[in-house]
């Protein structure tokens, strides 16, 4: 059985950074395409980044370039997704997801019916 488990989000003024953590049990982070999406309230989900089983970031948010970066511990099969430079734009509900098992489970992609596993989400608000 396949669990995400997000965490790391909290309040930050703008300009502040934060780390969030992706836990995972049940696959190998390194076997699949992983993604970090978020949904602001009223929005529909968005991909934010994705990375790939060769280690290749794809971004999908102009503004997430340059501001957040993906690290993998493979050892504790974690991924981190930390962000600088926050801004009050990036207030949403962010979510780990890993594509399903099959051929396509290492390519990434920013769409959300494309992911099969989820975590339950991580609050982050960012105050001006």
């Known amino acids: 059985q396949v669990h995400l488990v997000e965490s790391g989000g909290g309040l930050v003024q703008a300009g502040g950074s934060l780390r969030l953590s992706c836990a995972s049990s049940?696959?190998?982070?390194?076997?699949?395409?992983m993604a970090w999406f978020r949904q602001a309230p009223g929005k529909e989900r968005e991909a934010v980044l994705c990375?790939?089983?060769?280690?290749?970031?794809?971004y999908y948010v102009d503004s997430a370039k340059g501001r957040f970066t993906v690290a993998k511990d493979k050892a504790k099969n974690m991924q981190y997704l930390e962000i600088s430079s926050l801004k009050p734009d990036d207030t949403a509900e962010y979510y780990c997801a890993a594509r399903g098992s099959g051929p396509d489970r290492m390519y990434c992609s920013p769409r959300v019916s494309n992911f099969y596993y989820w975590g339950q989400g991580t609050q982050v608000t960012v105050s001006s």
């Open positions: 049940g696959i190998i982070f390194d076997d699949y395409a």
């Open positions: 990375i790939n089983e060769l280690g290749r970031t794809h």
